[in-house]
């Protein structure tokens, strides 16, 4: 049996894999007598703190029992990363989730978490989390009707596709699909994909059942 095999396919692992497809990356380095095994989810210094303290860290102790992380901030103190060093936890995202180690390219939900609703359940919740916003906008100029929207920006197509395929066949719930170029100073240009879902009762059966 090896080593990371002992990791089950929980409602925290679920959720602690929609932080990893949000913010998190692996880097797997066979080299050495030992190897580099580090996992790191990555926030806003400011914005993300309560985020990463109150919710990642919990999430990934329940999940792999991995307590402590490491810190790194960036030279301009603009975004904070929490590193765990864990070839176990690692390898068992690299080769039984297949998350991509390194840049994440060919990003997909895991297929087991697909085929389980409620582990998509937990899955989508935090993927809101990380690469989406739940709030309110006005369909007339004068503002004095607010409606809700939920919006999940990714420049992983695939997985906005996986996911609008568990909110349709799964969960009923109606939504829109579109894609944007995205500007990034200094490195060019990226697509991004929209998922967008604006009715109210849609909203409220996101609400209730994730």
């Known amino acids: 049996m090896s080593a990371f095999s002992k990791f089950l396919l929980s409602p925290d692992v679920a959720a602690e894999t929609g932080i990893h497809i949000g913010d998190g990356g692996l880097s797997i380095k066979r080299v050495g007598p030992h190897g580099s095994y580090q ?20 999430t990934i102790s329940a999940a792999y029992d991995l307590q402590r992380p490491g810190y790194y901030i960036n030279p301009e103190q603009t975004w904070i990363s929490l590193r765990y060093q864990s070839k ?11 998350l991509p180690n390194g ?3 060919n990003l997909s939900i895991p297929e087991p978490m697909c085929n389980d609703p409620r582990l998509m359940r ?13 709030g309110f906008y006005s369909a007339s100029r ?8 939920i919006q999940l920006k990714m420049a992983a197509g695939h997985v906005i596709e996986q996911f609008s395929n568990f909110l349709r066949y799964e969960l009923g719930i109606s ?6 170029l995205v500007a990034h100073r200094g490195w060019g240009i990226s697509h991004q994909h929209i998922l ?15």
Do not use: C
Request: hydrophobic letters at 35%.
């Open 175 to 180: 939504f829109l699909r579109r894609t944007e």
């Open 88 to 98: 176990a936890v690692a390898l068992f995202k690299h080769e039984t989730l297949g």
């Open 39 to 58: 996992y790191e989810v990555t926030g806003h210094a400011l914005e993300d703190q309560l985020y990463l303290i109150g919710t990642v860290m919990p």
């Open 196 to 210: 967008q879902i604006s009715r109210s009762e849609d909203v409220d059966t996101w609400r209730r059942e994730i």
């Open 142 to 149: 004068n503002g004095a009707h607010k409606y809700p929207r």
């Open 103 to 105: 840049r994440k390219r």
């Open 122 to 134: 937990h899955l989508g919740r935090e993927l809101l989390s990380t690469d989406g916003v739940l």
